[in-house]
């Protein structure tokens, strides 16, 4: 197995780099960066042979696409649900800070085409989950911007997790065959949790990641004080995409369903 935890930093450009097609995190299937935009700042994505979601995390940008324009903002990813433009191969994407923004890129190889859409906050409203079950301890809020059932010509799902403080979140441990990878955000900069990915536990800090190879276990906890934000991103495998209902728990944890604490 490659590497399934990153640090990664910043650089002068304002690009992060998580996951490349050839990196140590290929395993992913996926091209995962995150931009730092200043004012005024305009990026251009133009993929060949390869679909494009430009997910907006904080900030306030103008998206420009297929002779379209919108202006959206995002105060930040705890209190304000997601702005995500999501296209097929081929299509150029134009991004403008209006203010100090910062934004998410997910790419992966595709070579169906498929009309763009701007996704917007009330199209992936937030679902709390687990209230009340495991000691009522594993509550998390869970939005799905796109998946296959949303998508169904899309090769990746794309969906966000908001922990409650001190919370566990993929909770019963579960495991699936798609790779899949979580960017990590907190509400305060010395916010930490922790990522299992199968026998492996990391420390989640502000903007690390996990790349979760298919079939590992894969929960992750935020420590108490804190909220932390999730960015899962799947990639579906050639006639095998990720459903829903293809969560499967670890069996040695699913008597919790019916346990009292």
């Not at 922790?194 to 979760?212: C, L, M, P, Q, T």
């Not at 906890?221 to 799947?234: E, K, R």
Request: proline share 5%; glycine share 8%; charged share 30%.
């Amino acid at each position: 197995m490659g590497s399934v935890f990153g640090y990664p930093e910043f650089d002068e450009k304002g690009e992060k780099i998580l996951t490349t097609y050839e990196n140590d995190y290929k395993e992913m299937k996926m091209d995962i960066r995150v931009y730092r935009m200043k004012a005024g700042e305009t990026r251009t994505f133009l993929r060949r042979g390869e679909e494009c979601a430009v997910l907006l995390l904080s900030g306030k940008v103008t998206y420009r696409w297929e002779e379209q324009e919108r202006t959206v903002s995002r105060k930040d990813v705890f209190t304000e649900g997601p702005w995500c433009l999501h296209v097929c191969k081929g299509s150029k994407i134009e991004v403008t800070a209006q203010e100090d923004s910062e934004i998410l890129v997910q790419c992966t190889k595709n070579e169906k085409s498929f009309a763009a859409r701007l996704y917007e906050p009330e199209d992936a409203p937030w679902k709390y989950s687990s209230v009340g079950k495991f000691g009522n301890v594993a509550k998390r809020r869970v939005n799905t911007i796109f998946d296959h059932e949303i998508a169904p010509d899309s090769n990746m799902v794309l969906g966000e997790v908001l922990n409650d403080r001190g919370n566990w979140s993929g909770y019963l441990p579960h495991r699936h065959p798609q790779p899949e990878t979580y960017y990590f955000k907190f509400d305060r900069p010395e916010g930490f949790g922790a990522s299992f990915v199968g026998d492996r536990v990391f420390k989640s800090v502000e903007g690390s990641f996990s790349a979760i190879p298919g079939g590992e276990l894969h929960p992750q906890a935020v420590a108490p004080g804190f909220q932390m934000y999730t960015c899962w991103m799947i990639r579906h495998i050639d006639g095998n995409p990720w459903l829903q209902t293809d969560r499967c728990e670890d069996e040695r944890y699913v008597w919790m369903h019916d346990a009292e604490f």
